[in-house]
């Protein structure tokens, strides 16, 4: 894959309307709004599936609930050793999951890029 079309890759967001909405004004334009509903697992699979699929797709942002309800594939994608896109779970307004958010994105950098950033 050359410089050049990582550099045109997307990023895409799956998350409630707030999450969706905000980053919609930032620029995104691949987005999916999981709605409160009984079968949302179902949804939030559907869209990483098609997601994870898209070659024009480099980051894939979920929110962590969204993540957790759907474990088994967010587990999948990530064992699977392709590099892109990258799965990066963000917290909802009612807050995190991780004690500590410095320790597990530092994880997650070093996991990824191969380095440390300090936040």
Not at 36 to 57: N, Q, V
Not at 102 to 119: C, H, N, P, T, W
């Amino acid at each position: 894959m050359s410089t050049s079309s990582i550099r045109n890759m997307e990023i895409a967001v799956i998350g409630d309307l707030e999450l969706v909405s905000t980053l919609r004004l930032a620029g995104l334009r691949k987005t999916h709004v999981i709605q409160e509903e009984r079968h949302a697992d179902e949804s939030i699979r559907k869209a990483l599936k098609e997601y994870m699929s898209d070659p024009e797709i480099g980051v894939v942002v979920i929110l962590e609930e969204f993540a957790e309800m759907a474990s088994d594939a967010v587990s999948a994608y990530r064992q699977s050793k392709s590099v892109l896109p990258v799965i990066v779970e963000v917290p909802s307004k009612r807050g995190t999951k991780h004690p500590d958010v410095v320790a597990y994105y530092k994880q997650f950098s070093r996991e990824y890029l191969g380095f440390d950033i300090e936040l």
